[in-house]
């Protein structure tokens, strides 16, 4: 296809129109919307064309309960108590909770309502999908992996698409994936990725946040100028926290009260 201004601008629009949402109403979303998302989502890029990932979608509302519980359960404590041990500035913004912290436990356990949503994508990968690509690309030690490489590019389509569909969409990483794979029958081999929870935001549009590009493009060699020392990095955290907490909070429409 030959590219043009027209075809840039519709994709520029695209990426920053979608937004994640964590507050979903439950109105249903057309029969064929989810196949439309998931032809786009299997063009993604792989090593080797290895295409490692499967999908499971769950429209039931009590199996989508189950997942949610298991979320809660598992992941979010999990989460939370990694993330006392951070300066209260510098935790994520979902967990900038002041006050007890059981409370705080059981205000973001209670919090997620992505179950709310008319279905959930839930992305696999198969690892064995690896044999595929070249050995350098799965060699202990080194920091690649094929794997979720083509599984985030074969997710980040998933939103996309759903964006063009004119619907909203949530990044629901998973630390622990078992409770997952018990609920759904998924065979040991395989990894549960990601939940995708698709369908109407609760909460209205907003302006999203980015780095500027002249401090992340380097022109012909690195530019030392723009290397971050270690307090920088740190430094950086603080004022990203500063703009993106309220950001977040707007994404699940928690208020600045709820959140004491
Ligand atoms: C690797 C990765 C992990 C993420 N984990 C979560 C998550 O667990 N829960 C969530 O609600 N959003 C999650 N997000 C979404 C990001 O918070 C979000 O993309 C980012 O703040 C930019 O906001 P935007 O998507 O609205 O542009 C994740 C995104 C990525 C790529």
Redesign the pocket.
Known sequence: MAGNNETYDMLLKLVKT???V?KFRPDPIPDDTIDKVLEVASWAMSGANSQPWEFIVVTDPDTKKQLRDAYSEYNTDFIFWMEQQREYKLRHPSYQVRGDPQESLRFNKAKANWHQAPAVIVVLGDGRRQWGTVMGAHTFGRDQSHLTDGL?NASFLIHLAIASLGLTS????IHIQEPYKRILGIPDLLMVYLIIPIGHPDVPARE??RRPLNETVHRERYDMSKYMSNEDVIRYLYSLREA?VP??SA?RAVTVEEKK
């Open positions: 979608r937004m994640s964590r985030a949530e990044w629901v990483s999203g946040v993106t950001v977040h994404s």
